[in-house]
Each structure stands twice: as C-alpha cells, then as structure tokens.
C-alpha cells in the first residue's frame, strides 16, 4: 500500500484544532505513532492528554465558563483544554461546581443476555489428573493447562510425550510443548525452529558467527533436521538420477572452462557407478567439496571418501581433481590457474623459457611474496629460497628446507611458478641450481593427490624424483557453528593447547581425547586424498 503523503501546514492546523493523534490519523490515513514522529522531526511539540500538568486559575475560570455558560460536555472541556475528562471532574468538584450526570444523558441498563452467561457450576472445565487443579481454559488459548504442567509438575518439551501417551484428551492443551520438542530456539525472536540458518539470521540483520559470538555457542540446528539432511544426501549419492542443486561456484568454474572452449558435463553419475562427478571434462573430473557437506560426523564423509573417488576414477580411465570450498573462496585465481593447467588450457598466457631467465637466492620475504599470490598453500618458511628472474622480474620460486646436516638431506618443500606466465623448464632449472650449489645427498618432496592427476608423470619425475609410496588420507577441522568456509589444521588442536584456550569454559580434560575435545568445541573433520612421496637421490638421480 502507498504511503499517504502528509502536509506540514495542514497536520499542524488540524492539530491545533484537534490535538488527537488517533483522530487525526483516520483523517490522513495513516498511523498515529508516524504522525508523532513528523511532527517531532518538524519542531512541534506533541502534547500529552494523560500527562498530569498544572493548570492555572485563569484556565479553571475559562473551564467553568465555558461549562457553566457555553453550555459544553465534558468531552468538548477535555479536548478544547488537553485534559483528561476525570481530571475535569476532579477540578469541578474542588470548586464546589454541580456536574450533570452524563451531561443530562441517562445511562442505560444494559441488557443481560441469559443465554450467553452461564453460571460458574455450568462451565466446563479441565481438571489435572495429578494434583486436581482445575482451569476453564478448555481449548488451551492461555495456556494455563500447559503452564501448570511445566512450572507445578517439571514437565518439559521432551517428558511431554509420556504424559500425552497417557493422556491423548490433553494433546491440543500441550501443542506448543509438543512442537517445541527436538528443535531450537533463537536467541534474537524467541521462535523454536529445526535450523536457524542465513535466511532466517537475515531478518534480524545478522550473520551466523555474529549470532554465535553474541549469544553463545547453543546449537543452531535441530537432531530431527541434521539426520534429514543426512540421509537426503545419502539418497543423492545412491541415486544416480537424483536432480541436485548445484553451487554457484561449480557454475563458476564450469563457466570459465566454457569461455576457453572447452566441453564440460555437470554431475555424471555413469563413471563412479552412482556417486557423483560434479564437472567432467574430457578424461578429467573436478570435484568442488563444500566444507560442511564433506565433513566426517556431520557430512558422513569418512576418512577414505574423496580418496576412493579418486581411485575409483583412475580404474575407469579417468583422472579426478578435488577442490575443496576453501580453497577456492580465498584463492579463486590460483585454482582457476591449476585446473587450466591441467587441462592444458594456456590460451593467451606468454610462455617464458628457462634459458632467458636468471637463477638467484632471494630473501624470505621475498619467497612469502610471492607463495601467498601464486602457490594454494601459501608460504612455509625454508633454509634455502631461490628464485628465477626474468628480464629482472621474479616469476618463479623453489625453496629447500634442511632435514639432517650429518647426512645432507633436504625436502623441497614449496615450488610456484608466476600464474600470468607459462613456464618451460623453469622448475628444472631452479633444481639444478640448487643440486650444483648444495650439492645433497637425497631431496624428498610431498605432492597432494588431490592435485597430481598423475603420479607417474608430472614435474617431480621430470627433475628425476621417484614415487616413494603414498601416506594415508589426513584430516583438517571445520568449524560448523560459523560460516566461514574454512579448515583449519590438526596441529592447532592439540589437547594440551585446547585445555589452555578453552578448558575452563567447555570444561575440557586431559583424560578426553583430541576427538573428543573438538567435538565439544563444535568442529568437525575434512579428510583429504593423501599425499605422494617422491625422492631424489644423488647415486641414483632418476632413470
């Protein structure tokens, strides 16, 4: 509905005339509480009836005058002087001044209808079969029945059942308890529901980590619920024409592949016998892995998920990349850079060759630099950083870290090449630098599967590293009480820095277990595919 438009000049004259806020409100067609607030903003004082004020003998005279020789009611005195009809009367009789009883109007008797009283023998009535209390409130408006059974009896939201059991006649007296039962309450509005998610947090203008961190750490979502949507996305799994709702950051991903020319199809089901692939191209799949639809607890992912997956892809022919939700939310440009890579896809990117480029030690920060704009994993510190320069620019970085001086063991443990470039032979000429230099006995590196498609043939095996076997799949937390997509890892929950952050306010122990702990705290685990080990040794430097 329109808003009715109010002039200044005529709500003032109106109000001189007939200071009545609700009176004047059905004249503009609008409420009395915005009529208050435009004449506040527009200086004019709002005048209260109720407010008990004093008056002046002038006033009293002008009052019994116009009462006494005008003739006017009660009402007319009250409005005409902003003063409540029983203050007037008060007025009067302090002057001694004779009031006409309803201003020479008769009251009339009402009329008592017999049919519609009953007497308080006649009523029907509810009367508590444990301690006999007895209210009229039969259909359960006031809740009286209810109240009585939780503030006399303890009854709550979850006990309720076994009383309704016994007493199903009571059910419609209980309803609220009943429905309250197995879901939560929001801390902001007081309404029971079975998730308090970003939709409903978006009417009281939070979001989910400003509700958490203002009104506690209480669960947001209900057991009933949490087992639904378990099972929903079991059944998606096992069914493999199941209509899903994609993200928008497989549409994202799936948009950029398109703009390079390339032919996607979303969510096949054929490949993995069921289970799904949310991006196929060609013989490659990506998977996106939403943080809290791919936790262990919450999720149903366990330890060997995405790792079968991949395993499952590779038997059929296939390779498989996993993308986690973190990754790409704060490293889009480096993912987008990856998976182009991988697909060969280098259109419009100069290519910058290895015998033009200048191989130099570089500082610590200047490696940081660098690792958190080009490498997924960001920066970890080093003994050795080298960097390639081309035409004086830094486009690419390779850093050693010292793991035994008696034998002289190193781990290569970051390598980034600049994403705006394609870089041939760089990798390997960084390496060699690095072997004629430092001149080690043996080089081990770690290669996420998740990202190697190809154990037998990538970068590592190039610079004459061999696959050494394959570690187990390791988790990261998530947290499910916020929503930033987000793990964190494992070396940050350690049970003796748990008990020293949070001990005294989850009443954490050392006698519980890291599980445990993180549990109480409300996060989950994310499991990866593994790692690959690869080394290079001094007698043996590939085949």
Not at 223 to 252: A, G, I, V
Request: aromatic share 12%; hydrophobic share 30%; glycine share 8%.
């Amino acid at each position: 509905m329109k808003r009715a438009i109010l002039n200044l000049d005529e709500v003032v004259s109106a109000y001189k005339d007939t200071p009545n806020l609700h009176d004047l409100a059905k004249r503009f067609h609008t409420s009395h509480i915005r009529l208050s607030q435009f004449l506040t903003e527009n200086g004019i004082k709002i005048q209260n009836r109720g407010k008990k004020r004093d008056i002046d003998e002038k006033m009293v005279s002008d009052m019994i005058y116009d009462y006494t020789r005008n003739l006017m009611t009660m009402d007319g005195i009250s409005k005409k002087y902003n003063l409540r009809i029983k203050r007037v009367r008060e007025i009067f009789r302090e002057k001694n001044i004779k009031i006409s009883k309803w201003n020479g109007h008769k009251k009339k008797d009402k009329q008592i209808n017999a049919q519609k009283v009953k007497k308080a023998d006649d009523r029907e009535y509810v009367t508590c079969p444990i301690c006999g209390w007895v209210t009229y409130d039969i259909q359960g408006k006031a809740h009286s029945f209810q109240k009585h059974m939780c503030s006399v009896h303890g009854y709550n939201e979850d006990s309720i059942l076994t009383y309704i059991e016994e007493h199903p006649e009571h059910e419609h007296l209980l309803r609220d308890l009943v429905k309250k039962r197995g879901k939560v309450q929001c801390k902001v509005c007081g309404k029971w529901l079975s998730i308090i998610d970003d939709r409903h947090l978006k009417k009281h203008g939070l979001t989910k980590s400003e509700y958490l961190a203002q009104y506690g750490t209480g669960k947001t979502i209900s057991e009933s619920c949490r087992k639904k949507l378990q099972e929903n996305m079991k059944k998606m799994q096992d069914n493999p024409n199941w209509e899903r709702f994609t993200s928008t950051y497989e549409t994202d991903i799936a948009r950029v592949l398109k703009e390079h020319g390339l032919t996607i199809e979303m969510h096949n089901r054929t490949i993995l016998g069921g289970k799904e692939i949310d991006i196929l191209c060609g013989d490659t799949g990506i998977e996106f892995n939403g943080c809290l639809q791919h936790t262990e607890w919450f999720g149903g992912k366990d330890k060997n998920y995405h790792l079968k997956k991949t395993d499952g892809a590779i038997k059929n022919g296939y390779r498989l990349i996993h993308v986690f939700e973190d990754e790409y939310f704060y490293h889009k440009d480096i993912v987008l850079s990856k998976i182009l890579h991988i697909l060969g896809v280098h259109s419009n990117i100069p290519s910058i060759y290895a015998r033009k480029c200048i191989v130099n030690e570089i500082t610590g920060g200047e490696a940081e630099t660098f690792l958190e704009k080009n490498h997924i994993q960001g920066f970890s510190g080093a003994g050795v950083y080298l960097g390639a320069f081309y035409e004086g620019k830094l486009i690419a970085v390779m850093t050693f870290r010292h793991i035994l001086k008696e034998s002289n063991e190193w781990e290569l443990s970051r390598y980034a090449s600049d994403n705006a470039y394609k870089c041939v032979g760089v990798g390997g000429k960084l390496f060699g630098y690095f072997i004629k230099n430092y001149n080690p006995e043996s080089v081990k590196s770690f290669a996420d599967r998740r990202w190697t498609v190809d154990y037998k043939n990538n970068l590592y095996t190039k610079l004459g590293f061999k696959c050494a076997g394959f570690t187990s799949p390791d988790y990261k937390y998530y947290n499910l009480k916020d929503n930033k997509p987000q793990r964190f890892h494992k070396f940050g929950f350690r049970k003796q820095r748990l008990i020293s952050r949070f001990g005294n306010s989850y009443g954490l122990t050392m006698d519980m277990t890291e599980t445990e702990m993180a549990k109480e705290l409300g996060y989950d685990r994310i499991w990866d595919c593994g790692l690959i080990k690869y080394v290079w040794t001094k007698e043996n430097p590939g085949d």
